[in-house]
């Protein structure tokens, strides 16, 4: 059934991205058709970089409005007009979230693919050209250096990080709108001030943090002193550490958010 959620969830993503994806490759196009006329005149250094500005400006939109489709989805499907439809179905309200969480991480893969596609084509493939030369070359160096096996598990975490910490994302952003559904009115506004909050926490917690390493300085020094006789063994145990996190914080968020749902529903 999480499939099925999935699939309905995706193709509803893909009917607002789609027109922004195409935007995105004709600004791109046109980057590209005014790199073929160069010459030295103001007029075109006027024009390319009036492209090469939007072409940025377009990428930085298309990466913003894929969270906030995202969010709205989450929000129009479970809480507003749809959810009396949604939350009728044989699904739980664990399944609903982990569908939604899925199906976002996976659309904002496929904007990622989008821009990468739009700054190639922008370049006539010399972006791709450099990337793979780069990739290529960090993977040589890294299997040398560190070894074919070390290097490669630190791709898989490194991967598997984003992958986390995307769904950890969206999942905050889904807790936020799951305790801002609770409001009787101004719900947005309600959801927007939890996400302040955390926003807050976090600044707090990271200000004790500094504190702490300030006033107690043998603290981080012990830290750096383990990591260094650990060497590469130390990348390795701070990258799981690190997905370790993002999945204790998006299970948190899902649990809250499921039980918000189970115990306090408002659908408008």
């Not at 992958?163 to 101004?186: E, H, P």
């Not at 506004?189 to 300085?217: D, E, H, R, W």
Request: glycine share 6%; with cysteine; aromatic share 8%.
């Amino acid at each position: 059934m999480v499939r099925k959620l999935m699939k309905y969830d995706f193709l509803s993503y893909l009917r607002s991205l789609i027109p922004m994806d195409i935007v995105l490759l004709a600004i791109a196009v046109i980057t590209r058709l005014i790199q073929l006329t160069e010459d030295d005149s103001t007029s075109y250094r006027i024009l390319l970089w009036s492209s090469v500005t939007a072409l940025v400006i377009a990428c930085v939109v298309a990466s913003v409005m894929t969270v906030v489709l995202c969010a709205a989805r989450f929000h129009r499907n479970l809480f507003a007009a749809e959810g009396y439809l949604s939350l009728t179905l044989p699904v739980t309200h664990g399944q609903h979230v982990l569908a939604k969480t899925l199906s976002s991480v996976l659309v904002s893969a496929v904007t990622s693919i989008s821009i990468l596609v739009a700054l190639v084509i922008a370049s006539l493939g010399d972006v791709l050209t450099e990337v793979v030369r780069a990739g290529a070359y960090l993977i040589r160096f890294g299997s040398q250096r560190f070894g074919g096996g070390r290097f490669a598990l630190w791709g898989v975490e490194g991967l598997l990080l984003a992958i986390t910490a995307a769904a950890a994302v969206y999942l905050m952003l889904y807790f936020c709108l799951t305790v801002g559904q609770t409001a009787k009115k101004n719900r947005i506004l309600a959801a927007v001030g939890v996400l302040f909050g955390l926003y807050l926490l976090t600044q707090i917690l990271g200000t004790v943090g500094i504190v702490i390493s300030v006033t107690n300085p043998e603290i981080p020094e012990r830290i750096l002193e383990w990591l260094e006789d650990m060497r590469y063994d130390s990348v390795t145990f701070v990258l799981s550490s690190m997905i370790v996190i993002e999945v204790i914080l998006g299970t948190v968020y899902g649990l809250l958010i499921r039980t918000i749902m189970r115990k306090k529903l408002n659908v408008e």
